[in-house]
């Protein structure tokens, strides 16, 4: 789907810090410009396009990247991370590197993303970075606000380490990331 040699990628907007909606914790989103997957009820068609939003440099998105503050984890979304996989891979490495925890957001299913790892390698490296990927096209008659950091029934939540791991799907403990459970404490008492 692109070059090997990633100089640049396309975005569809600026970095997004303090993101609490794109994953746990507060986050910076990667809007990644171009998808093929064109969902009915797509939150975000303005991405749609492969020649829309701008050409970054790598460089431009390390810079902006060290100067982000009080940031818990990065999520890539879009348009597709996966159809610009070899920029969005530079880009992991370099996030893991800070510390933060990764979450991929893509049309693709895990099984498609291995299909097309056969034929590009980048693919397994980029999973490889990945702590949860939210898998599965957008179906608007499976939607349901109810869910967890997604917007249909189909998508999964899938926990990639361990998934990788064991070689089976493994779903996220969507328990672990309940708000009441994240912010439940003891109160204090002064």
Request: charged share 25%; proline share 3%.
């Amino acid at each position: 789907m692109e070059q090997s040699n990633v100089e640049y990628i396309r975005l569809a907007a600026d970095l997004q810090s303090d993101s609490i909606v794109d994953g746990p914790g507060l986050r910076t989103v990667l809007w990644t410009q171009g998808c093929s997957h064109r969902c009915k009820g797509c939150q975000n068609p303005q991405t749609w396009s492969h020649k829309g939003g701008g050409l970054v440099s790598l460089e431009e998105v390390y810079k902006a990247i060290d100067e982000l503050e009080y940031q818990t984890g990065f999520t890539f979304s879009g348009g597709d991370p996966m159809y610009q996989v070899e920029a969005c891979n530079k880009i992991a490495e370099y996030v893991k590197n800070k510390g933060m925890d990764i979450w991929v957001y893509t049309g693709f299913t895990y099984e498609e993303i291995l299909l097309l790892a056969k034929k590009n390698p980048t693919y397994m490296d980029f999973l490889s970075k990945i702590d949860v990927l939210v898998d599965g096209r957008f179906i608007l008659e499976q939607r349901d606000l109810s869910l967890l950091f997604r917007g249909s029934r189909n998508q999964r939540l899938i926990d990639v380490q361990k998934t990788l791991e064991s070689g089976e799907i493994t779903l996220l403990n969507e328990y672990e990331y309940n708000e009441e459970k994240m912010f439940e404490r003891e109160p204090m008492y002064i």
